[in-house]
């Protein structure tokens, strides 16, 4: 069992690029999340996927984010235009239907200059 | 409006003493809560947590209660020791939510020698 794995650990980028990160969960998880978390908050829910489907979309979700999980298997969020707002660390859980708990991958850190 | 609070930003205890954190939260809907640990560059880690339909679950050093009418619950962490030392976020859900976790803002615990 390897967890939650995310890929980079650590974006550095222009303002105005766009950037993809990208979410592999644990293998028979078939709900996966992607949070934000800014310095001195907690994470905060921006969407959420059962098995390929996107099911929920929180309203931090500007038009520039889009997020997809092929094949109900990894998932990728993709900040297009990137701002200096959008700096903070992208984190991605998994977990199985019927189930409360998440686990958490360590997170992709975006820092945008 | 912040439907999750954690009101001590941070809580520094004697090793081998008792760490109580706090937690209060707004929304009825919610009925799970977690509680996570964070060291700096990692992910949230899974601590404990308690449906509504309890008011106490235990799991070795760890205690989480809940006071439902009170919309409150606190994580006891008994004996406390150096490698405790981390932020505790709680976090609370509901099935007619997506499952997705609200979360507070986290309490830094040290726990010194």
């Known amino acids: 069992d390897t967890g939650v794995s995310q890929d980079p650990r650590h974006k550095i980028t222009k303002r105005g690029q766009n950037v993809t990160f990208r979410c592999d969960p644990i293998s028979e998880h078939n709900r996966l999340y992607w949070y934000r978390q800014t310095l001195g908050q907690g994470p905060e829910f921006l969407t959420y996927f059962q098995n390929e489907a996107q099911l929920e979309k929180s309203r931090l979700l500007s038009d520039r984010f889009s997020a997809e999980r092929p094949k109900g298997s990894f998932s990728t969020l993709e900040i297009q235009r990137t701002e200096q707002g959008d700096s903070a660390m992208y984190l991605c859980a998994s977990s199985l239907v019927g189930l409360n708990i998440q686990y958490f991958g360590a997170g992709t850190r975006l820092s945008v200059l | 409006d912040q439907q999750v609070k954690q009101n001590s930003p941070s809580l520094s205890v004697q090793e081998g003493r008792i760490s109580i954190l706090n937690c209060d939260y707004t929304?009825?809907?919610?009925?799970?809560f977690l509680w996570y640990k964070k060291y700096p560059a990692e992910g949230p880690t899974f601590l404990i947590s308690?449906?509504?339909?309890?008011d106490k679950n235990e799991d070795g050093r760890f205690t989480v209660f809940l006071n439902k009418s009170a919309k409150h619950l606190s994580l006891h962490i008994v004996p406390s020791q150096p490698g405790d030392s981390a932020v505790y976020f709680c976090?609370?859900?509901?099935?007619?939510?997506?499952?997705?976790?609200?979360f507070g803002k986290g309490t830094l615990l040290t726990v010194n020698p």
């Open positions: 308690i449906s509504s339909i309890k």
């Open positions: 976090a609370a859900t509901s099935g007619g939510s997506n499952y997705k976790l609200t």
């Open positions: 929304n009825s809907m919610f009925d799970y």
